[in-house]
């Protein structure tokens, strides 16, 4: 079932996959003990050791919620924020650079509209992609198959059911292309202090 729900295919939770799931879980309500204020190598160390992948520089801050963790793969740099849910039944790619606000789902997971079948409890999932420097809006819904593509925004609240191409603002339920990202939006940035 494990490779039927990787797959894309339909399944059911079968009685080992239900086990695996659970234990994924025991280990999630863990991490969301590790404080990345105290032990910020501790918690990164955790969160590589359960992701599929976790680059360096990443940080989820807690608490994360997500079913298995090892269908979750999150690139170098990017940030998401406290109450982040993503439902791994298939896999889920975040780019390197991104930024992903507090209250966002990224969401794999769907049931069958035959009700026959969702009685009987067959579920399936579609994979997620977001490219690098995508910025996810603070409450966003990404719905199973969809990818946003590279250095995107996707707007407050917005509910993701199409793909997004890259470089442009997006919002709304269903979320649409408002316009392209352009000269007009660069803004000049101040240096850092030298430590």
Known sequence: MRERMRNGQLYTGEPTLTAELDRAQTEVIRLNTIDGGIDPEGRHAALKAFLAGFGEGSVIRPPFYCDFGDGITIGERTFINSTCTMLDVNTITIGSECDIASGVHIVTAEHPIDPVARRADWEMGR?????????????????????????????????????????????????????????????EIPQRPLD
């Open 127 to 187: 994979p997620i992609a977001i490219g690098d420097g995508v910025w996810i809006g603070a409450g966003v819904i990404v719905c199973p198959g969809v990818t946003i593509g590279e250095n995107s925004v996707i707007g407050a609240g917005s509910v993701v059911t199409r793909d997004i191409p890259p470089g442009v603002v997006a919002y709304g339920n269903p979320c649409r292309v408002a316009r392209e990202i352009g000269p007009e939006d660069a803004i």
